[in-house]
């Protein structure tokens, strides 16, 4: 499990002007029929892309520009029995508190500025 509180060199492809955010989500409510992951980012919901596992549970990500500036951003599942949500995860869980794009291992040069 990779727990971080910055972005790394790895966080961006090689030669790419890309950044990917990656989270895995297991869904642990037995009733859940499907669960939709989503990124909060740049003032909107984005639809994460489920690369592996099923309809309650995998691992998601979700491919965006290269910020210029640092961006606060969160994930967000829904767990749904038909179309009603029966269930909402975020994380980080507190409403007030999201993670940041700041830069830890970046060419000075490279980084963002920040004013968060």
């Not at 910020?67 to 909402?88: L, M, N, Q, R, W």
């Amino acid at each position: 499990f990779d727990i971080r509180d910055r972005l790394l060199a790895k966080d961006v492809p090689a030669g790419s002007n890309h950044l990917v955010f990656r989270v895995v989500h297991f869904e642990q409510q037995l009733l859940c029929q499907e669960t939709r992951g989503f990124l909060l980012y740049q003032n909107d919901r984005k639809d994460l892309t489920r690369l592996y596992g099923n309809s309650t549970r995998g691992a998601y990500e979700y491919t965006a520009e290269l910020p210029t500036s640092c961006e606060p951003y969160a994930f967000e599942f829904h767990c749904f029995i038909g179309d009603e949500i029966v269930k909402s995860v975020r994380l980080p869980q507190e409403d007030r508190f999201f993670f940041g794009t700041r830069w830890h291992n970046a060419p000075r040069d490279d980084r963002p500025a920040c004013n968060e």
